[in-house]
Each structure stands twice: as structure tokens, then as C-alpha cells.
């Protein structure tokens, strides 16, 4: 089986970013770094898979938790729609946190976020230890 060709979304001053770098490099998966103008084109021809951290706004630039989030641009539709097609054309997208939220709300996939609306009295995970089902066949 050939190893996946792994892309790290990467925006500046991104801790998330640094703390997931540190694991991948840390258990040896190879990787290549993309910023956000680096989300355009076909990038299922440089990449197979696209791990996005807790990143607010997912690929694009700005962030929800630093004040008002920043109008959308025309670029922010390039990106989405060069992530949209990465997806529907067999890429896969690991996304954290709110980069799964943000996912979700950006991508027309067929997929629910079932604690939309939730609070954090109704449901709270941090740090818990919880119980995952890999595939060892599958290196991602």
C-alpha cells in the first residue's frame, strides 16, 4: 500500500497547528505544510489527505475567537471550493474541533454535526478518555 501524501493546513500563529506538527513529526508521518493561499487548485494532485486543527474558520483566514471574524472574499470561495472538490474527488479531510465545525458549515457534505446547539452543560468531552475503533490497515 502506498504511503498517503499528508498535508498539514498551517495558518501563522496557529499553536493548534504547531502542537499537531509536533505529533505527526513526532511519530514519523511525512508532510507538507500548507498555508492558506496554498488552498487552491486541484489538490488532489499534491495531496491525499488534509489534516485541518482546531482552527475557527477551518481554511480560511481570521478567526471567529479574536473579535469579529472578516468579511468573505473572493479567495475564501476559491479555497472552499478548491477543499469541496478535494473532498468529493476521494481526498480525505481530518478535521478538529472547530475545523470540523467549521467543515461542516462550509462543505456541502453529507454529514450533521450532532451537538450543534449544545451547550457545555448538555455535553463536555475535554479531556476525557475515550474509547476509538481504528483499522491498522489504513496508515492515516
Known amino acids: 500500500m502506498k504511503k498517503p501524501r499528508i498535508g498539514l493546513?498551517?495558518?501563522?500563529?496557529?499553536?493548534?497547528?504547531?502542537?499537531?506538527?509536533?505529533v505527526l513529526e513526532r511519530y514519523g508521518f511525512e508532510f507538507t505544510s500548507l498555508n492558506t493561499p496554498d488552498i487552491t487548485g486541484n489538490l488532489k494532485d499534491r495531496?491525499?489527505?488534509l489534516v485541518v486543527g482546531d482552527e475557527a474558520r477551518g481554511v480560511l483566514p481570521g478567526g471567529a475567537g479574536f473579535g469579529r471574524a472578516p468579511a468573505p472574499t473572493p479567495d475564501d470561495?476559491?479555497?472552499i471550493k478548491a477543499l469541496d472538490a478535494f473532498v468529493q474527488a476521494?481526498?480525505?479531510?481530518v478535521a478538529m474541533g472547530r475545523g470540523s465545525i467549521a467543515a461542516i458549515d462550509?462543505?456541502?457534505?453529507?454529514?450533521k454535526n450532532v451537538l450543534g446547539g449544545l451547550s457545555r452543560q448538555q455535553f463536555f468531552a475535554?479531556?476525557?478518555i475515550l474509547r476509538v475503533t481504528t483499522d491498522p490497515s489504513q496508515p492515516v
Open 77 to 79: 470561495d476559491v479555497r
Open 9 to 22: 493546513f498551517e495558518p501563522p500563529n496557529s499553536m493548534d497547528a504547531g502542537w499537531t506538527k509536533w
Open 106 to 111: 462550509q462543505l456541502k457534505l453529507p454529514v
Open 126 to 128: 475535554n479531556g476525557s
Open 47 to 49: 495531496i491525499d489527505v
Open 90 to 93: 476521494g481526498g480525505t479531510l
